[in-house]
């Protein structure tokens, strides 16, 4: 398993939509913090991949941005490092055992297995700062899952109805909110997930598009796709396609 970087090397990588700022070639130039750089070489990540070298550099500018590439390209780390790297640098840690969290960043996707590996990967780039991922999916204890985010979450990561579940609740608020990540956005509509999406973008208290920094992530471009993106993200969305696009 891993990146095998032979066949990205020459990978046709396509940015539209105005000013995209210069893509990255190493994870120096992306300046990141130093508990963040060695828990990247911890990680046994020596280069950016693709979707990294284009999509870190957008993210950190604060653009809003719909991103397609293959599965097993790296899209994780694409948006999670510069995510981590702005929560870091700003030195927010999550208030412990309040009565409600407001996390900065939510990450949805539609699998618990899907959900947990994202966590996973954010725990060890968070490992060491004041930065506390949490996971939330169907299928752990209502009560447990509630007693983990209160104690402390600035990163949530779930599955969609879990999130709406608990932002139901008025366990999440979403005053703080500066990042809002869909990740497999077309996994999520072929699993019927789109009234969840919706839901979760309309939700009260969430911050227009204006307010919010909005990331989506896909394996392929269908028209729903597209949609989506013009609802979801701002006018000037940066619109990134590495490989051949479906
Ligand atoms: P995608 O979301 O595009 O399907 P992932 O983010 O799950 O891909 O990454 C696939 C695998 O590659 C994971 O095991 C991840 O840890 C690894 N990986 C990601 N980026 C790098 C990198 N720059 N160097 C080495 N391995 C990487
Ligand atoms: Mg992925």
Known sequence: TGI?????DDILVDVSGSNPPPAIMTFVEASL??????????SGYVKPTPVQKYGIPIIMAGRDLMACAQTGSGKTAAFLLPILQTLMRDGVAASQFSEQQEPEAIIVAPTRELINQ???????FAYGTCVRPVVVYGGISTGYTIRE???????????????LDIIGR?????SKLRYLVLDEADRMLDMGFEPDMRRL??????PPKEERQTLMFSATYPEEI?????????????????????
């Not at 994202?118 to 060890?124: D, F, G, P, V």
């Not at 985010?149 to 999130?163: A, E």
């Not at 973008?201 to 969430?206: D, Q």
């Open 201 to 206: 973008v309309g939700s009260p208290g969430m």
């Open 33 to 42: 913090c130093e508990s963040l750089s060695k828990n990247i070489s911890k």
């Open 149 to 163: 985010v209160l104690k402390g979450c600035n990163v949530l990561c779930g599955t969609p109805g879990r999130l």
């Open 170 to 174: 008025g366990k999440v608020g979403l």
């Open 118 to 124: 994202i966590y996973l990967e954010a725990r060890k």
């Open 4 to 8: 095998n970087f032979d066949k990205y």
């Open 226 to 246: 597209q949609r989506l993106a013009a609802d979801f993200l701002k006018v000037d969305y940066l619109f990134l396609a590495v490989g051949v696009v479906g």
